[in-house]
């Protein structure tokens, strides 16, 4: 049996139709070998304690365990059980009895742990070099850095190694390597998913987070582990509902044109406005913000308070061993020693006020929106100035856990000259499943392949999507469209439109015979085998939605139509036995063409 791609619902296909674990096991490792990338892990599980863990599992049941099955990776400042821990430092390790608790959360659901990835050691920097191993290699492009901390974790996800891996992210270090690698990195809201059993950088400001192929896989993942944790002071109970439900015309907020910061790098300037395109073209509003303060609190990050917490975290290891850091490394920890405390309540106080600042901006818009980052580096360009491209990376990601912001990085195309592109979607905490919604609706439209795979993304799911009002969209196709016969119907339950779309090319329309009014009928077939229609988005209340539902003479029904932009919606289908007298019609376009055509 062929190995399938490696995003979630393709593996747990692969196993519903007879593929096996072992089969999956093999093809990881084979996986490992074609990458050939020593950087990626700093150690690997062995097949037979993998084979163990399969049979553990016992039969293919994805309701009871969700990640049946599914490989993943951990970074190497979360400890897991059996395998060493080094924070990328040699003279650190330390082998763990018990798992991390999100490790321990992702086990009970069925997820394997293949490996420990490479990282900036102590989970300090941006750009994934600042290692004693070997660096690991840009899965797009091998001059890139990596992206850091978390650079293993995003390689191996990107790489196809795994399904999904586990980064964490204080500054960024869970959205940068993601947006470098052509991946979706979510970085949750502070506590959603538990430290315990995480070395800190900065205690206050650590989160877990989770690269993915998909942003499905990644929602999929943080269901899983945000649970609240005893054992972890800083953890909270944060909502995982929302998500998949889009509201229809979002308020973004996104830096005015004068103040964005791209450090002499055009493409990716041209290739974040082609991403803002994107967002107005879903029909979402944008909104300048000024953002001076932003990069105020961003520069915060490495002054004061929170340089003196990380070297707060290994103080005793590093005051005993400061010739087993990194060279960077140990200047930045280094240079806390002769911080006081006024120094830290100096920067806390600094901080207060600009929260104050921003808070009305935050306020103002549903989300914001930002480059991942603002320059693509090179592994030359970290090598000429390893600490000043390291803090330009973290122009739009230091600031977001000081202000307790939720995000993700998520893949918006290829820029001109062949270099993965990016935005981070950010909003208060709490908010994960609206900015992930949105990340599914961009991801979709971009039409990218997954990571450095060359996997096609699967298939948009069956979601409702619902405003935040609570109200459903439903696509219209034939007589209900705006001033056709039935269009009133919705009028009176009291619909909206919202606007116009287009289907994928997977449909065929016929004109129905013996219909009054007449009406047409859309048939979904095979990929590529049929043309694209155009439809109209209205929303409705659950309640009107029913009543219209229950109102649908046969042969026409709801099911669910995929969106050329990457959405679904509840919308017009016929039944196939209708359409045997029905003349095709689908090279018009749309009904609207046809009846103007022919009338």
Known sequence: MTSPAFDISSLHAFYASGGTVAALIEAVFARIAEVDDPGIFLHLADKESLLEQAIALGAFDPTEKPLWGIPFAVKDNIDVAGMPTTAACPDYT?????????????????????????????????????????????????????????????????????????????????????????????????????????????????????????VEDAWRVFMVAARHDAADAYSKAVSTDGFGRTPSALTIGVPTKAERLFFGDAVMEAAYDDALRMLAELGHRLVEVPFGDFYRVAELLYEGAWVAERYAAVKDFFDANEASFHPVTRKIYGGAKQLSAADAFKGLYALQDLKQKVAPLIASVDLLCVPTAPKHYTRADLEAEPIREN???????????????????????????????????????????????????????????????????????????VDEAGLIDIAVVGAHLSGMPLNPQLLALGSCFVRKARTTDCYRLYALPGQIPAKPGLLRVEQTTGGQIDVEIWQMTPAAFGQFVAAIPSPLGIGTLFLSDGTSAKGFLVEAAAIADATDITHYGGWRSYVAATT
């Open 391 to 465: 803090s330009r990376l973290g122009t739009y990601t230091n600031f977001v856990n000081l202000l307790d912001l939720c995000g993700i990085a998520v893949p918006t195309g290829t820029r001109s000259d062949g270099r993965p592109a990016s935005i981070t979607l950010l909003a208060p905490s709490g908010r994960d499943g609206l900015t992930a919604s949105l990340a599914l609706d961009i991801h979709g439209s971009s039409g990218l392949t997954l990571g450095a795979t060359g996997w096609l993304q699967p298939e948009a799911k069956d979601t409702i999507s």
């Open 94 to 214: 330390y082998m763990p009895d018990t798992d991390a608790t999100v490790v321990r959360l992702l086990k009970e659901a069925g997820a394997l742990v293949i490996g420990k990835t490479n990282l900036d050691q102590f989970a300090t920097g941006l750009v994934g070099v600042r290692t004693p191993y070997p660096v690991p290699r840009n899965a797009i492009d091998a001059e890139l850095v990596p992206g850091g901390s978390s650079s293993g974790s995003a390689v191996a996800t990107a790489q196809g190694i795994v399904s999904f891996a586990l980064g964490t992210d204080t500054a960024g270090s869970g959205r940068i390597p993601a947006g470098l690698n052509n991946i979706v990195g979510m970085k949750p809201s502070l506590g959603a998913l538990s430290t315990s059993g995480v070395i800190p950088a900065c205690r206050t400001l650590d989160c877990v987070s989770i690269f993915a192929l998909t």
